[in-house]
Each structure stands twice: as C-alpha cells, then as structure tokens.
C-alpha cells in the first residue's frame, strides 16, 4: 500500500511538472506576441481576442468562436 501510494504520488507530481512546463512555454510564447504586436489577435482568424477572454485566459490565441471550432474539429476526428 505504501509502495502504491509513492507511485501514486509520483506519477501526480510528474503530471504537475508537465503542466507548470507546458503554461510557462505557453506565457513565454505570450510575452512574444506582445513584443512582436500580435498579443490579442486570434491564430486562425486575425480578429481581435476579447478583452474579457483575454482577463480569463491571458495566454489565449484563439477567440472563443474558433476555439470552438477547434475542438469540436478534434472531437470529430477523435470519434473516428
């Protein structure tokens, strides 16, 4: 039990990890688009991000309607 509680533990601490390292990339890649002008503009579309989006999710490069369409395109292509 003890064993499997370690691992258990580790395993979620290795998933943490992941997580922080993948939303510093994503704030470092944010802090450029700032720098080159681009900061609140969506990926897809060029449309300007809403700023009450982008006080939600700082680090958002896409507007809520693509986004939407993002992953309703991934759920399709899951299902398959």
Same mark, same amino acid.
């Given at each position: 039990? $003890?064993?499997?509680?370690?691992?258990?533990?580790?395993?979620l601490?290795?998933?943490?990890?992941?997580?922080? +390292? /993948?939303?510093?990339? /994503?704030?470092?890649?944010a802090?450029?688009?700032?720098?080159?002008?681009?900061?609140?503009?969506?990926?897809?579309?060029?449309?300007?991000?809403?700023?009450?989006?982008? /006080?939600?999710?700082?680090?958002?490069?896409?507007?809520?309607?693509?986004?939407?369409? +993002?992953?309703? /395109?991934?759920?399709?292509?899951? $299902? +398959?």
């Open positions: 039990a $003890d064993r499997a509680s370690r691992e258990s533990e580790h395993g601490e290795l998933r943490t990890r992941d997580r922080y +390292r /993948k939303l510093q990339r /994503k704030i470092e890649q802090l450029e688009r700032i720098e080159d002008g681009s900061y609140g503009y969506c990926e897809d579309t060029g449309e300007p991000i809403g700023v009450m989006r982008l /006080k939600a999710r700082p680090i958002a490069t896409l507007t809520i309607d693509a986004q939407e369409r +993002r992953e309703m /395109k991934e759920r399709v292509l899951a $299902d +398959r």
